[in-house]
């Protein structure tokens, strides 16, 4: 069981900035890549940044520049600083993770797999 909680969304004028984080739970967990996806009203849910642990970020040509995501390996956290914010940025953000969790019930076998966990999503506005 992995659980994914964001937090830090809000209402901001244009030109303003946000940080967002997302924290990550359960009982027994290892996670490879963290990332942020965000989606607006009548558009499909798009990939922000990413960061695999000990790898390369990657961000969306339209974020370059302005938002920077970082993790904390040893916390299971990842932000997403967002700077110089657009009206376009508007959607609501969610925190992935691509984890692998075991689950341990007495008398059954132990189960461990690899999937995508998503949280909630926090709601991000940008405007005037």
């Known amino acids: 069981q992995v659980q994914l909680v964001e937090s830090g969304g809000g209402l901001v004028q244009p030109g303003g900035s946000l940080r967002l984080s997302c924290a990550a739970s359960?009982?027994?967990?290892?996670?490879?890549?963290m990332g942020w996806y965000r989606q607006a009203p009548g558009k499909q849910r798009e990939l922000v940044a990413s960061?695999?642990?000990?790898?390369?970020?990657n961000y969306a040509d339209s974020v370059e520049g302005r938002f920077t995501i970082s993790r904390d390996n040893a916390k299971n956290t990842v932000d997403l600083q967002m700077n110089s914010l657009k009206p376009e940025d508007t959607a609501v953000y969610y925190c992935?993770?691509?984890?692998?969790?075991?689950?341990?019930?007495?008398?059954?076998?132990?189960?461990?797999?690899?999937?995508?966990?998503w949280g909630q999503g926090t709601q991000v506005t940008v405007s005037s």
């Open positions: 960061i695999p642990s000990g790898g390369s970020t």
């Open positions: 359960g009982s027994r967990f290892s996670i490879n890549a």
């Open positions: 992935h993770a691509y984890a692998y969790s075991l689950t341990i019930v007495p008398g059954e076998p132990t189960r461990g797999s690899w999937a995508d966990y």
